[in-house]
Nanobody, 126 residues
Framework: QVQLVESGGGLVQAGGSLRLSCAAS????????MGWFRQAPGKEREFVAR???????????DYADSVKGRFTISRDNAKNTLYLQMNTLKPEDTAVYFC????????????????WGQGTQVTVSS
């Protein structure tokens, strides 16, 4: 019922910035948990960031320690779009970034999320 399409990846030098977008179509709700995972070559898929509804107009964001202070997750419910602003990028940020969504799950286990995008490649050169 939900399709997610990521965009915004590319090649950037260390210290640079990129903004990833995840456009959602189908049946989505503002209460859905949405987030980002990434997978580097030879590495396991890892949690990056997520945002969830806390009731009313309150939303909470959470980040992996490796990206805290550098990445910012946000969502535009009117546009059904999730964003990941990535600043001060490092070579270790190089990975395929996946957008995820789930109607109920809130956590860091990638296999618990119901919906996944195809991913967008982010490459950070040193």
């Amino acid at each position: 019922q939900v399709q997610l399409v990521e965009s915004g990846g590319g090649l950037v030098q260390a210290g640079g910035s990129l903004r990833l977008s995840c456009a959602a179509s189908g049946r989505t709700f503002s209460s859905y948990v949405m987030g980002w995972f990434r997978q580097a070559p030879g590495k396991e898929r890892e949690f990056v960031a997520r945002v969830n509804w806390g009731g009313g107009s309150t939303y909470y964001a959470d980040y992996a320690d490796s990206v805290k202070g550098r990445f910012t997750i946000s969502r535009d419910n009117a546009k059904n779009t999730l964003y990941l602003q990535m600043n001060t990028l490092k070579p270790e940020d190089t990975a395929v970034y996946f957008c995820v969504a789930d109607p109920a799950y809130y956590g860091s286990n990638w296999n618990e999320y119901d919906y996944w995008g195809q991913g967008t490649q982010v490459t950070v050169s040193s």
